[in-house]
């Protein structure tokens, strides 16, 4: 097996947190479970997607605060917040408090857009600025900005028995660096290096050339090529943080129906990587399944895993909270193993 230049040092894992409409409760708690389970494991942090309109976490913060209070170690993440629902303002004072009450183990992750279906949800969400509004890099800019400290106004100081502050409260030391671009365009690697943010790259990249010698361009070489553009634009160069979020489901301790389950969604969704989707040119990364020697070998092969030192594997967004408790303990057993990490010497 080819070797890495280093071992991986980082070991985390995503979850979109499905619940149904009758019993939302029961898959929030699912979830919790999912990330205090992770923390046993030993992994090093734990992601949460963000869904409006779904059957999926929409309020990632809420759920992130709520896990702080369940955990002690493992690193909290959101990938991604749209920022096209938020107010960069308001976001950051709940980012900055869900870190101080996790003890300084936040990680958000926001990418920018408009919202999804806009045009059939703007009147609810922006009824009066709605044309107005810019969804665009931005956004982004003001959120790190109140995160970073920035004055977020010209007034402070005392007014009677009140005192107001000139810039967002509360401020959590170290959150500003600690904060992720989810990008799958060039364009966006090099905004997210230029302003000193991490950057997460994940199972989708946008195929914006056609490959020189007609095949369908090839999804690992874009990936590189997106995470080498924002390190080149980044101050920290070649140690700006990268963390790619493949999905993968080793299946070392599955049982036979279990890998029959799993063998047949990576053969559903596998036709849409073999070119490049909609008019966006979307590329998609086939899903690694199988035992976790076979997964490490096929990541090793990956141009864009050798070039990193953190992951976040995504766990598939359909199935039972078994199935993720089997493929989280393979993971933490096994495959991460096999990719040189280790969990730290305070797991349980």
């Not at 979307?282 to 070039?307: C, K, Q």
């Not at 493929?327 to 096994?334: E, R």
């Amino acid at each position: 097996m080819p070797l890495t230049s280093e071992p991986l040092r980082k070991l985390g894992f995503l979850t979109i947190g499905l619940f149904d409409a009758a019993d939302p409760r029961r898959g929030h708690e699912s979830t919790l479970e999912i990330i205090e389970l992770g923390e046993r494991l030993g992994f090093d942090s734990a992601w949460v997607r963000h869904r409006h309109l779904q059957y999926g976490i929409s309020s990632p913060v809420a759920v992130l605060a709520a896990a702080s209070q369940r955990t002690r170690r493992i690193e909290l993440g959101t990938a991604v917040i749209p920022l096209g629902w938020e107010n960069p303002l308001r976001l950051a004072e709940d980012l900055a408090t869900v870190d101080i009450l996790s003890g300084g183990r936040l990680n958000p992750g926001v990418s920018v857009g408009p919202p999804m279906h806009y045009d059939q949800v703007k009147g609810a969400l922006y009824p009066d600025t709605a044309d107005a509004e810019d969804f665009g890099y931005e956004r982004v800019r003001r959120l790190l900005d109140h995160v970073r400290g920035e004055p977020a106004t010209v007034t402070g100081g005392v007014e009677g028995f009140e005192v107001f502050s000139d810039r967002v409260q509360p401020q959590a030391a170290g959150l500003g660096g600690r904060m992720w671009y989810g990008g799958a365009s060039t364009r966006s690697a090099r905004w997210a290096g230029e302003h000193g943010m991490n950057f997460l790259t994940s199972s989708v990249v946008k195929a914006e050339e056609e490959a020189g010698d007609g095949r369908a361009p090839d999804f690992a070489s874009i990936q590189l090529a997106t995470i080498r553009a924002f390190r080149a634009h980044h101050p920290d160069g070649d140690r700006a943080r990268v963390s790619q979020g493949l999905v993968v489901v080793p299946t070392d301790n599955a049982t036979a129906t279990q890998r029959a389950k799993y063998e047949e969604y990576a053969r559903t969704r596998l036709p849409r990587t073999a070119t490049p989707q909609g008019p966006a040119r979307l590329m998609f990364a086939p899903d690694l399944v199988g035992p976790s020697t076979e997964i490490a070998e096929r990541l090793y092969e990956h141009a864009a895993f050798r070039e990193i030192d953190e992951v976040a594997f995504a766990l598939p967004f359909t199935f039972d909270h078994d199935d993720y408790i089997q493929i989280l303990t393979d993971i933490a057993t096994a495959l991460g193993p096999a990719l040189g990490w280790q969990p730290g010497p305070d797991t349980a």
